[in-house]
């Protein structure tokens, strides 16, 4: 009688096989990471900052070789998924890496990202753009989030290095975003409030980037630099706020729609509703200093938990999915059986 086969485990040629079947959605994973671990530093929770800050970059190398081997070795799967909107996660969540960087003094390290990311941006953004069509789902602003993002880093690497030039680009970028953001509305398919499986929260994730582009800007301006005269700094200014209560409505609407209609399983675009949780805290805590509206600090650090709850409780369901598919999915199944001949 032929025993039993042993209790799954997981095996490291499982895993690689795993994980060379994630898609580029799987970019969201970092951006949330990421921006959960910049709304945690702007609070002043360093360590636990720190500690988002390891695991975003660890998953950003994974993804970034897996990235380079599809270029090399399977062209034309590499270019099927560089047209799908969720490739531009590799954009905006290097930039979000390069912004947390900044914030230790890294700046060298922080404009490599910089130069990184816009690189990749007109490439993917062209492929995706071109694909564009009417009825899509949330991803559909990462064309605006991407575009943002090199404006958040851009405007943050300007004020470090009092480069006047890098803040002038941001804020061409800025105003570029929230174009692109117009453009997208036009081609979302708004029954995805309801019906999404958590990317349709980039429809305000890409509304909480924008503003927190905007605070970078104002921020990133000093009598050292002088970007900005009088009738500039109150545009940009009145952008940014009525940004930010855009923002807060997305986020009211969002929230409800997911009550309305609850989606507790998981899905790999949840790591897509984490990221604009964090990015309205961190735009929230932003706004409440480049703003100097003393109270947005202590709604900032509320958006800020529910974030990082929202983190932990997706990361749960992250792990579990890939536990299960690794040890008793038919990738494992095959592996243990190539390995009992």
């Known amino acids: ?175 570029s975003g929230l174009v692109l953001y117009g453009l997208a509305l036009f081609r979302f398919d708004p029954r995805q409030v309801l019906e999404g499986a958590g990317d349709h929260w980039v429809a305000g994730g890409a509304i909480a980037i924008s503003s927190l582009a905007g605070t970078k800007l104002l921020t990133a301006d000093s009598a050292r630099l002088y970007l900005w005269n009088d009738d500039d700094l109150g545009v940009l200014r009145l952008t940014t706020v009525a940004l930010l209560v855009l923002d807060l409505a997305w986020y009211a609407v969002l929230l409800a729609a997911e009550a309305v209609r609850p989606r507790p399983a998981y899905d790999t675009r949840r790591w897509a509703t984490v990221f604009p949780l964090g990015m309205t805290a961190a735009a929230t805590l932003s706004a409440s200093a480049a703003l100097e509206v003393p109270w947005l600090d202590g709604l900032g650090r509320v958006l800020l938990w529910i974030s990082v709850a929202a983190w932990l409780a997706v990361a749960v369901g992250a792990a579990t999915s890939a536990r299960t598919a690794i040890t008793s999915g038919p990738l494992s199944a095959f592996v243990r059986s190539r390995a009992r001949r």
């Open 1 to 175: 009688m032929p025993a039993p086969d042993p209790a799954p485990t997981p095996s490291p040629s499982a895993f690689r096989a795993w994980w060379a079947q994630r898609s580029p959605a799987a970019g969201s994973a970092v951006m949330a990471t990421g921006i959960v671990s910049v709304a945690l530093q702007t609070a002043g929770w360093e360590v636990l900052s720190l500690v988002l800050l390891v695991l975003a970059c660890a998953a950003w190398l994974g993804l970034a070789a897996e990235f380079v081997l599809r270029l090399l070795r399977e062209r034309e799967r590499w270019v099927s998924e560089a047209e799908s909107p969720d490739s531009l996660t590799a954009v905006a969540a290097t930039a979000v890496l390069g912004t947390r960087v900044s914030a230790l003094g890294h700046d060298a390290l922080a404009g490599a990202l910089l130069a990184l990311a816009a690189v990749l941006w007109p490439v993917l953004l062209v492929l995706v753009v071109r694909r564009w069509r009417p009825h899509m789902p949330g991803s559909v602003f990462m064309a605006c989030v991407a575009t943002q993002g090199l404006a958040v880093l851009g405007a943050t690497l300007a004020a470090a290095e009092s480069a006047a030039w890098l803040a002038r680009v941001a804020l061409v970028l800025f105003w």
